[in-house]
């Protein structure tokens, strides 16, 4: 997993409440068992037509933001089932950052463990992302796990909350994985005196 430490992005604002993750990543598209080639999937539905044609008004469909990495949500972002396929779709598209009110928890967590930082703001900073976002395309964050800060470069600064492990692991760039990895030695001694 890469670590995470400071991501300045260009800001798609997909201003829907309730998106599940069946409108992140359609179920027909759950067949694969490795994390990547997803990307293409994301929004299906939402981006093309029955026929595979882009729709031309779906937000990551403009050229403005066909290569934003930082998402910009409503309320309840990731409900519905709880596959870990939408994570992987948005961080195969490209995106490193999620920014909304809330979150589906099972959605939350699966964006840490697979090295997406999901910032939850209040309702009036998200809408004031909006506003900045949709006036003005090509609009930038700066994402700063470091200091736990969103700021953009004409003085926008929203400091935001992150647990201090799943904070330590995207600095580190540690999954779960990686995370038992660094006792392997450890590991391999208690499994040397069985």
Aim: with cysteine.
């Amino acid at each position: 997993m890469n670590p995470f430490v400071i991501h300045t992005g260009v800001v798609a604002p997909l201003d829907r409440v309730n998106v599940d993750t069946d409108a992140i990543i359609p179920k027909q598209f759950l067949k694969r068992i490795e994390r990547s080639g997803f990307g293409q999937f994301l929004f299906y539905e939402w981006r093309f037509t029955v026929d595979g044609a882009p729709i031309d008004s779906f937000i990551l469909n403009t050229p403005a933001y066909k290569e934003s990495t930082v998402l910009l949500a409503r309320n309840n972002f990731g409900c519905g089932s709880s596959r870990e396929h939408a994570p992987w779709a948005l961080l195969d598209y490209g995106f490193r950052c999620v920014i909304a009110p809330s979150f589906a928890d099972i959605f939350y967590n699966n964006c840490f463990k697979n090295g997406i930082l999901p910032i939850k703001l209040s309702e009036e900073q998200v809408d004031e992302l909006f506003n900045r976002a949709e006036s003005k395309p090509n609009y930038q964050l700066t994402i700063d796990l470091q200091e736990q800060v969103v700021r953009d470069n004409e003085g926008l600064s929203y400091p935001f909350e992150v647990d201090s492990y799943r904070r330590y692991c995207l600095l580190n760039g540690l999954d779960d994985i990686g995370i038992t990895l660094q006792y392997e030695d450890k590991i391999a001694a208690y499994e040397a005196r069985r």
